[in-house]
């Protein structure tokens, strides 16, 4: 299929760095087949921004360039909020969303990504999703909204940076912290007022006061904001022990790849879920010795009250989201054994 006279080949080592078999692959610098844009929750630079553009050069290099994909980082055309409508609508091909900025338009997404209390345990994540039905419900659930649900990946726990110390779970009342979807409806159970922020936005609202606090995906998220600058403290109890993300991609330019270009493409998602685990393991403890290292304080171990009061901020919120839509309630159901 490639051995049109006049083509030049540059190969490509994939994913050595993961311990993923190396792979050589011939890429033609003719035009690309299908031109796909991929809109990310990160900016240029940043830690997790190179793991998408890891993805998008995976795409090229196992498809032996027959799809180019150029990478779009946060705020460069699409904004955070705007990642689920604009691969819906085609502006963009394919896209990685945060589900908490989306609550209103995808209910699932935010059972998807894991409500606050969830487990920490990968094997368990991952027997949820491909053993017990997750994955089936969620493809259902996107697939409804023109949507192509890829294998989903996981990032390290959520944790709360404040700009006061929290001495007591008392001090949440009142505070304004950036925590979208069911993080938001865990701490107004606390007493805070959750804000809807883009993360490129959380620096300076924090420094211009517009917010007290704000959650990161992650601490690399934390760190890669430099949110410590503006704020200080760390809440040490984490909102949720794991979150569980997808790729997705517009039905309609699915359906225009053969069948050999579709399963590279969910071969590329997988070995990026890979990078993703492995990367997050390595990077948060050398993010947190970053934030102490400039100065980040931890909020002192909370009381046994306190704990039980952010048990119990939670437990609602499992039935208020199964009420939300028949998936979100597949997806509780599934999950508590109904």
Do not use: C
């Not at 055309?77 to 409508?85: A, F, R, S, W």
């Not at 649900?149 to 996981?154: E, F, G, K, R, V």
């Amino acid at each position: 299929m490639f051995g049109l006279k006049g083509k030049k080949l540059l190969k490509t080592l994939l994913a050595a760095s993961l311990g993923v078999s190396a792979l050589t692959a011939s890429v033609a610098t003719y035009a690309a087949d299908y031109n796909w844009r991929f809109a990310n929750l990160y900016g240029r630079g940043t830690a997790f921004g190179e793991v998408y553009e890891d993805l998008a050069k995976n795409i090229e290099t196992m498809s032996d360039g027959r799809i180019s994909v150029q990478v779009l980082y946060s705020g460069e055309g699409v904004g955070t909020t705007g990642i689920l409508n604009a691969v819906k609508s085609g502006l963009i091909t394919m896209g990685a969303p945060f589900q908490s900025m989306h609550a209103g338009e995808l209910p699932a997404g935010v059972v998807e990504i894991g409500l606050p209390g969830g487990t920490d345990d990968v094997g368990e994540l991952s027997t949820l999703f491909q053993e017990r039905g997750w994955a089936d419900v969620l493809k259902k659930a996107y697939g409804d909204q023109g949507l192509v649900w890829l294998d989903p990946y996981i990032q390290p726990p959520v944790y709360i940076i404040t700009k006061e110390e929290i001495k007591s779970i008392d001090d949440f009342k009142g505070m304004k912290i950036r925590a979208p979807g069911a993080y938001g409806k865990f701490l107004r159970n606390l007493g805070a007022s959750p804000v809807s922020l883009a993360w490129s936005e959380i620096y300076t609202s924090l420094a211009t006061g517009i917010i007290d606090g704000s959650i990161g995906s992650n601490m690399i998220d934390h760190r890669d904001g430099n949110h410590v600058e503006v704020a200080k403290y760390m809440y040490p109890l984490p909102l949720a022990g794991a979150q569980v993300l997808p790729i997705i991609v517009n039905n309609k330019a699915w359906n225009k790849l053969p069948k050999d270009l579709q399963a590279i493409v969910k071969a590329a998602t997988t070995v990026h879920a890979q990078e993703q685990m492995t990367k997050s393991i390595l990077w948060e403890s050398q993010a947190v010795a970053d934030m102490e290292a400039k100065g980040l304080k931890w909020s002192p171990a909370p009381s046994k009250a306190d704990k039980l009061a952010w048990q119990q901020a939670g437990k609602s919120l499992a039935a208020e989201y199964a009420a939300e839509d028949k998936y979100s309630k597949q997806l509780i159901d599934i999950l508590e054994n109904k």
